[in-house]
């Protein structure tokens, strides 16, 4: 079991470009989650999916933030024009069932927008 | 308000001593709990878990934590720190349809 993988590891953008970030969840697991990780917020919730489906985005800022889950294998996350203040790790997390249970976590991916 | 309450930002035990990260919550009902920890640059990992059930659990690498419904507790013990263990260490609790992290306990561990 490679766990939940995350690509890239690190990525660095010019402020106004858009970044996408991928997650592979454990085979197997049917929710996904997405967490951003910074040194003054700390872990901030993003959005959840099971099944495929959306189901909790309230951490997602309005604007520039999208995350999909087109298929059982990989979810995205993209932000569009990025800004300095988008800057963390962001990370993924998939659970077997609800998300009520152990999640287990990516490596992460460190954003830098300069 | 605050699900999962971490009171100490930071901790310094010596190597070979014992270690307590206190923990609280907030929840009407029984929670399901966790414990994650975090090394430097990398995501977090399950240390251990409670679902109603025992009240002490074990966890992985010497680690283990007790429920307690009428302190609304759920401490992180371990009886001898080894350097390896310097991280940061994450308290955690159930909801409806997710999970709510604590702020975060950093663990120094002196020579």
């Known amino acids: 079991n490679a766990g939940v993988i995350q690509t890239p590891r690190h990525k660095v953008t010019g402020k106004g470009q858009e970044a996408t970030l991928w997650c592979e969840p454990i085979s197997g697991h049917s929710a996904v989650f997405w967490y951003r990780q910074t040194i003054v917020q700390g872990l901030e919730f993003l959005t959840y999916f099971r099944n495929q489906a959306p189901i909790d985005d309230s951490g997602m800022p309005k604007e520039r933030f999208s995350a999909q889950m087109p298929n059982q294998s990989h979810s995205t996350l993209k932000i569009q024009s990025t800004q300095p203040q988008d800057s963390a790790v962001y990370l993924c997390a998939s659970s077997l069932t609800g998300g009520e249970y152990e999640q287990y976590f990516g490596p992460g991916t460190r954003l830098t927008v300069l | 308000a605050q699900s999962v309450t971490q009171p100490d930002a930071r901790v310094t035990v010596s190597e070979g001593a014992s270690l307590q990260l206190r923990c609280k919550y907030s929840y009407f009902g029984t929670p399901y709990l966790f414990w994650y920890v975090q090394y430097p640059r990398q995501g977090l990992q399950l240390l251990l878990k409670y679902y109603p059930g025992d009240p002490v659990v074990q966890g992985v690498n010497g680690f283990e934590a007790e429920f307690s419904k009428s302190n609304s507790s759920f401490h992180l013990r371990k009886a001898s720190v080894h350097w390896s263990d310097w991280a940061v260490y994450f308290c955690?609790?159930?909801?409806?349809?997710?999970?709510?992290f604590g702020d975060g306990t950093q663990l120094v561990v002196k020579p």
């Open positions: 955690a609790r159930n909801s409806n349809n997710r999970i709510f």
